[in-house]
């Protein structure tokens, strides 16, 4: 099972970090494990380089993209796969600060939508160190 944090990158910052992610990759993983005392000043630091995603739009966008697959379930921000033909069970929780993306795919259906909506989405699997961003991955795939 991959979990995968989605954020968008601000366009200066993107431009400066695109060769060296792992900087970024850095930064938000110490990010994820601030203190619950220090949270103000980490959400003050993240809007710094990340936007937030606007999660009406993201939820009509993946919905209007897959209500017609009829392995696609959506249930106020949460949209699922369970696809037994193509072995994918995904879930994507869209939020404020980030999109969630839990899978046992390395390339998800929904990144496919993703990289649709916004190439320059930055991804990152905190537990296996991994991470890229989207428009990197996907442009030999779609």
């Known amino acids: 099972m991959r979990i995968f944090y989605i954020f968008k990158i601000k366009e200066p910052v993107y431009n400066l970090y695109y060769k060296k992610e792992y900087v970024l990759f850095d930064v938000l993983e110490e990010l994820c494990k601030i203190e619950k005392r220090d ?75 993703l990289y649709k909506y916004d190439s320059k989405l930055f991804v990152c699997d905190f537990s296996n160190q991994d991470y890229f961003w989207l428009n990197n991955i996907m442009k030999p795939i779609v």
């Open 39 to 113: 949270v103000i000043l980490g959400y003050k630091f993240f809007n710094e380089f990340a936007l937030p995603f606007n999660k009406e739009k993201v939820n009509t966008y993946i919905y209007n993209i897959e209500s017609s697959n009829i392995t696609y379930i959506k249930n106020i921000n949460k949209h699922i796969i369970h696809d037994r033909f193509n072995n994918e069970n995904s879930t994507l929780t869209v939020h404020n600060s980030h999109i969630l993306l839990k899978t046992d795919k390395e390339i998800s259906k929904f990144l496919k939508d």
